[in-house]
């Protein structure tokens, strides 16, 4: 596949910024974008909150996972994921088989501070979230390392961010 068709898949955990990296990366390289959530979220004609509470977490992987068999098949696409996306085998396998996979990395407190307010993260419903979220992203950590490359997301916007990922991928073409 060459490299202008290859998707470019962003994933990482929930608060890391990769539906506005995504968007902005899609504006500048002339992409379309893809949001695997808000396809589920379209698809399902119910938001992921509302699939969660009334049919549970493993019915949404279900979902996701077949959202991910259908998007994948894309090409040339910017495409961002849920959070949790790395937690399937399968997930992992085909969006690396069509894409290069680009992690978007954030401290816990960063996260933090970006989700604090939302009251549409299902994962995130206990008193501490900040102990919520650090245990989370420990059980994730390994998922995430298996991506083709790593952006620190902490105290950069979004067009900061994608500048550097256009940066990357170009070196990586040319080299």
């Known amino acids: 596949m060459a490299a202008v068709d290859r998707n470019i898949v962003l994933i990482g955990f929930m608060g890391t910024g990769k539906s506005s990296v995504g968007k902005t990366l899609a504006r500048k390289l002339g992409r379309s974008f893809v949001d695997v959530d808000m396809w589920i979220e379209t ?18 992987r279900t979902l996701e996972k077949e959202a991910i068999r259908i998007i994948s098949r894309q090409t040339g696409s910017v495409i961002t994921t849920g959070g949790g996306v790395v937690l399937d085998a ?19 407190e960063t996260i933090y501070e970006r989700v604090k307010n939302s009251q549409h993260r299902p994962l ?4 501490d979230r900040l102990s919520e979220i650090q245990s989370l992203l420990e059980s994730r950590k390994g998922f995430y390392q298996e991506a083709d490359l790593f952006f620190e997301t902490d105290g950069k916007t979004s067009a900061e961010v994608a500048e550097n990922i256009m940066g990357a991928l170009e ?3 040319n080299s």
Request: proline share 2%; aromatic share 6%.
């Open 171 to 173: 070196t990586q073409k």
């Open 43 to 60: 698809s399902q004609k119910r938001k992921i909150k509302d699939i969660f509470e009334t049919d549970g977490e493993a019915y949404f």
């Open 124 to 127: 995130l419903q206990g008193a």
């Open 90 to 108: 399968e997930n992992r396998r085909l969006l690396k088989e069509t894409g290069v996979v680009i992690a978007l990395l954030a401290k816990p």
